[in-house]
């Protein structure tokens, strides 16, 4: 357990436990949040300081503070779970705080320590449990994030940072639940580009995700499918998630994910599902992906599943693709077992229904006494 001090301001008007109650059976994905949150500053002069938990509300800022104007803003997304002893856990959050301190120092931003992190964590959600909900398809998603809080016009790295840590009760993320998506190959725009920020978290990506995104709903797909920024014929991500492909079944399946290429984000959920391959003997690899070998893979059966993995989706399988010149459907457009069982070892991890042989799971609250 972190032991950092941070200092408590508990909110004055808190939501009933009618109120949360209600909430929790429709949580939906980041539409109601918690009482309270998590604010830490940093300065040159003194480093991380004041860390706070307080009433969430909103943040006061001047019209020239640097993020809004030069872009530093990082932030990380994981979840916290109900577990059948009565404790609240979450899944790897060291390798959040990891890949939170790889993202700030792309941005030129300070590092936060891990045990830090790990405290906002624990102050969070030991207040704010009540509204961790009961159920394997819910979760209390925890949203941290920083951005530079300087005044001031000039552009340079900043000399002020805010980090905040929210959170939100969650349900599903796709709310028609765990049912294929039909993926648009975007070719007009590209998500990253080689030594560019594709490997950060950061706000900045996901904004110029969004015009591809919306292009996706007109041509009548659910997601966009990145392609690499040079050649525009090799497969990196779906949205904001990872992409797996399954080929071969039964006995003989294996896992391939486009390989890490600095233009890719380095996705926690896709690390554990490598791991938890080859536990099954899906003998996973990383390597690049083409469109047309996706295209001829599913056209001749080498190819029987594809899914796409993030911390808030979990699993969601792809169903079929379009792009400009072709379409075409993956497998018989229904979720595969591969999909399938991976989705559910992977929760049954979280939730504590199995065992955790790899130590991912970290207590935030104790199971009472």
């Not at 800022?61 to 530093?72: K, S």
């Not at 959600?125 to 998603?141: C, I, M, R, T």
């Not at 380095?266 to 554990?272: E, L, Q, W, Y």
């Not at 047309?292 to 796409?308: C, K, M, Q, Y």
Request: with cysteine; proline share 7%.
């Amino acid at each position: 357990m972190a032991t950092t001090l941070i200092s408590r301001t508990l909110n004055p008007n808190p939501r009933t436990a009618e109120h949360i109650a209600e909430i929790l059976q429709d949580p939906g994905f980041g539409r109601y949040f918690t009482d309270h949150m998590v604010t830490i500053r940093w300065t040159e002069d003194d480093g991380w300081h004041d860390a706070a938990l307080v009433p969430y509300g909103p943040i006061a800022m001047d019209p020239a503070t640097t993020f809004i104007h030069y872009g530093q803003a990082i932030f990380e997304g994981l979840k916290a779970y109900r577990q059948p002893d009565g404790s609240i856990s979450t899944f790897r959050p060291d390798a959040s705080a990891a890949r939170f301190g790889r993202s700030a120092a792309r941005l030129a931003m300070p590092a936060m320590p891990e045990d830090l992190f790990l405290a906002a964590l624990e102050a969070l959600v030991g207040q704010d449990v009540a509204y961790v909900p009961f159920g394997q398809e819910k979760s209390l998603y925890i949203r941290p994030f920083m951005f530079s809080t300087e005044v001031g016009l000039g552009v340079h790295p900043a000399n002020e940072y805010l980090f905040v840590m929210i959170a939100s009760p969650a349900g599903a993320y796709f709310s028609r639940g765990v049912k294929p998506v039909s993926v648009w190959l975007c070719t007009d725009y590209i998500r990253a580009a080689p030594g560019g920020t594709g490997e950060a978290k950061c706000a900045g990506n996901y904004a110029a995700s969004l015009l591809a995104q919306s292009e996706a709903a007109d041509q009548g797909c659910d997601q966009v499918v990145w392609l690499d920024a040079l050649e525009h014929q090799w497969v990196e991500e779906m949205g904001g998630m990872n992409l797996f492909f399954v080929h071969g079944s039964g006995e003989d399946a294996r896992l391939v994910t486009p390989a890490l290429s600095g233009s890719l984000l380095p996705g926690i959920t896709r690390d554990s599902l490598l791991t938890l391959a080859k536990d099954t003997a899906l003998r996973p690899r990383e390597a690049r992906v083409s469109v047309e070998h996706w295209r001829e893979g599913n056209a001749s059966g080498e190819i029987t599943e594809v899914f796409a993995c993030g911390t808030a989706a979990v699993i969601t399988p792809v169903g079929s693709v379009l792009s400009d010149d072709d379409s075409w459907t993956v497998g018989d457009g229904q979720p595969g077992p591969v999909t399938m069982r991976l989705r559910q070892e992977l929760l049954d991890i979280q939730t504590g229904q199995a065992h955790d042989v790899h130590g991912w799971m970290y207590t935030l609250v104790p199971a009472p006494e």
